[in-house]
């Protein structure tokens, strides 16, 4: 892990889910815990999310790098997750958003913060959405 993502985690946290930096005033932080799909440990990043009634849904946009980020494979190999969102920590699971439902998505993320259309524009791949619902107890 970066020593930028653990001090986001350490920040978000101590913080009630609040992060400054780059995230500054930003409410929609989420930190995702995924099991590594080659190492099988529990790795987890920081995470903006667009809120989409019970569920919230996550972009793997990697800042608009030609690879997906890890935690893409670790969701294609293992769907199950933990998400901590402010100070509620829940067991999710993601499913992959395809077709227009996707571009529906992505284009909603892109008013929210308009840096992710900057990342569809530097990467020639179609940047995965994800959606993740809280599992049923």
């Keep these: 892990m970066s020593d930028f993502n653990a ?6 946290r101590a913080n ?4 400054g930096g780059p995230f500054e005033g930003r409410t ?6 995924t099991t590594g799909a080659k190492s099988g440990r529990a790795i987890t990043n920081p995470l903006v999310f667009l809120p ?3 569920r919230i849904v996550i972009f793997a946009s990697h800042g608009g790098s030609d690879k997906n980020p890890a935690w893409y494979y670790n969701l294609r190999a293992d769907p199950e997750l933990t998400v901590e969102v402010g100070t509620e920590t829940y067991r999710a699971k993601a499913e992959l958003v395809t077709g227009p439902e996707r571009d529906e998505l992505y284009a909603r993320m892109v ?6 259309g900057d990342y569809e524009v530097k990467t020639d791949r ?4 994800f959606a ?6």
Excluded at 7 to 12: A, G, K, L, N
Excluded at 16 to 19: A, C, F, K, L
Excluded at 111 to 116: G, H, I, R, V
Excluded at 132 to 137: I, K, L, M, P, T
Aim: no cysteine.
């Design 52 to 54: 989409d009634g019970d």
């Design 111 to 116: 008013e929210l913060m308009p840096q992710f």
């Design 7 to 12: 001090s986001v985690i350490e920040e978000f």
């Design 28 to 33: 929609n932080m989420v930190l995702i815990t």
């Design 126 to 129: 179609l940047i995965p959405v």
């Design 16 to 19: 009630d889910g609040r992060v």
């Design 132 to 137: 993740v619902y809280r599992s049923q107890a």
